[in-house]
RNA sequence: UCAGUCGGCCGGACGGCCGCUCCCGCAUCGGCCGAAAGGCUGCGGGGGAGGAAAGUCCGGGCUCCAUCGACAUACGGUGCCGGAUAACGUCCGGCGGGGGCGACCCCAGGGACAGUGCCACAGAGAACGAACCGCCUUCUCCUCGGAGAAGGUAAGGGUGAAAAGGUGCGGUAAGAGCGCACCGCGUCUCCGGCGACGGAGACGGCAUGGUAAACCCCACCGGGAGCAAAACCGAAUAGGGACGGCAUCGCGAGAUGUUCGCCUUCGGCGAUAACAUCGCAGGACCAUGUCGGGUCCGCUGUCCGGGUAGGUUGCUCGAGGCCGCAUGCAAAUGCGGUCCCAGAGGAAUGGCCGUCACGUAUCGCGCGCAAGCGCGGUGCCCUACAGAACCCGGCUUACAGGCUGGCUGAUAUC
């Protein structure tokens, strides 16, 4: 699984399907190249100075590294852009909120 | 013990599991890829946020641009004196003024006899030294209480942030630096100090109101932009240049006219002709066919230069930290020893737990008149302010809580 680190993936990513949750939202894109798994996080500035922004983006990496990599499909890229909640929420139920936005996106784009 | 004042230091600890980033090592080179440089990956070891990393307010280093040098002008900044420093608006030590019993704190602290301006309201008057209420003298009138006129005054009242030196005595019709003493102010001289300034004496008889955080004057300083600086490598697309290759450089399916030819008539015919005018037009694309419409005008190959995305460098050894000695009141400087201490780049330095400490809320028990204190349980924050982004020296601002030192005042005891 790399980082998504170049601006235009990100711009890509964002015009694709999406599911939100109550810490985050996610956008997902589908690439035609058979490469790995790629994911990149957003936290604007209105979420709050720079150490809860970056607080919010570790609890998220830390969320996707915990998650079974069956949920997301291959070769395609996500990006997680973070909420304020994800400060304080309980991690055990952020998890839940991720996988369930996984299926979510399953469900509404099918192959 | 309480109250205060000035500093210094820390800013959760230990452990478990799972990760991130950088560096080093892995013997005839750990494994894979590669011609190599190197890349990916595995194992082991090590480093990995702050006192403000913040605000970006000053000062530098460094980079690029501009620039022969000097001076002047404009603009901006600084503004008691001496020192420290690479430099500063910083720091240290002094001076002056103000506040506090004191330790100590505060000060945008050059110039108002270079010039211009302003001084609201109140008040008679806010600057070419003024006179409202008053005070005093003389004269006139008169109802003997006063009124008016002329003059002398600036002590008192009143206004104001500020009223033309202050206090006291003398003096006077009443007064007034009119005279005297002290204080203040100014000028001169002497003494001390590198200096800001301080001290003493003599003289002046008070002249020169405030405001420069109004313009201004004086002295000193300052070229501009910033690591998204800058250097190198450099894809795709569009466009530029050079060289080459290919294609094209028309059509006759129409009408009219003329010439020409033919046939059975003053007429007609000519895919057996030529010219002119009108007309039509090729190729590619818009998914395809028809109709209608639109866009472009050669297509293509190789090379070159500029250059974008991206990558590499800049990128961390530095006016560096710690210790000791010496000099100095100090800021600091010098010498010697020792250490290597983050380098990310949509941005690593963490996530989830456990135990403990601290804080806070609450409950129970005990002590106590009470405030409160001690022990135990539970919950919360699981820490405040806050996240390096080229690097240093400062300033400013934010900060739960804790440790510690000097000094001052008060109280108590010896």
Redesign the pocket.
Known sequence: MD??????D??AVANGPRASGPAFVVQSCRRTDDGPIRI???VTKKNG???ER??I???LR?LV?RLDAVSMRPHSDYVLVGRRTALSR??AVMLDDLRAAFRRLDRQHPE
């Open positions: 980082r998504l680190r170049q601006r235009a990100f711009l990149g996080f957003t100075t720079a150490t970056n607080r983006r570790r609890r830390e590294k309980d991690f």
